[in-house]
């Protein structure tokens, strides 16, 4: 047994991960600002599948039946101090919805991929990859105002939703 535990591959480190956004965001603000501005953790989606019941002859069988995924998630991106993360996330909002008139932008014009990118040993090569296809934002909050707070960088929150998944490993 302890021969069999000994050749066991290490564990799996979560914290090791990148996100990168290969075409860009729309309104052209700086993707490789928001890979490297983006310090805490990303929760990956749950895929749901919905289920139903049938009952045969006194016996109830679970069957399985549409996708029921979200297909949400948050992203939280530390803000430079020249503000450009903030002003890059604002240009996209502002291109799925413009504030002053209420009218939505395309979604061709709006929607870009992302890559989740986990690393490992040696010299963090790529152990799994996933593309999100058809990434929009649908939400931003800048953080909490606070004149008592720490030497914490202010962080821009985004909600961002998504058309499908392709695991690339």
Known sequence: MIEYVTGLSDDAMSNMFGILFPEGIPGGGN????????????????????????????IR???????????????AFRV??????????????????????????????????MIHNAYGPPNKT?????RYNGVKIASYKPTTWDPNATAEPSRVECGFIYASIDDLT
């Open 31 to 58: 993707a490789e600002l928001l890979r490297l501005r983006m310090d805490q953790a990303f929760d990956e989606p749950e895929r749901i599948v919905g289920k139903y019941e049938v009952n045969w002859e006194g």
């Open 126 to 130: 790529i152990k799994y990859s996933k």
């Open 61 to 75: 069988i679970p069957k399985t039946g549409s996708e029921e995924t979200t297909k949400e998630f948050t992203l």
């Open 80 to 113: 430079d101090i020249n503000y450009d993360v903030h002003r890059a996330i604002k240009n996209w909002w502002n291109l799925v919805l413009n504030p002053d008139t209420g009218a939505m932008g395309l979604e061709a014009d709006t929607r870009v991929s």
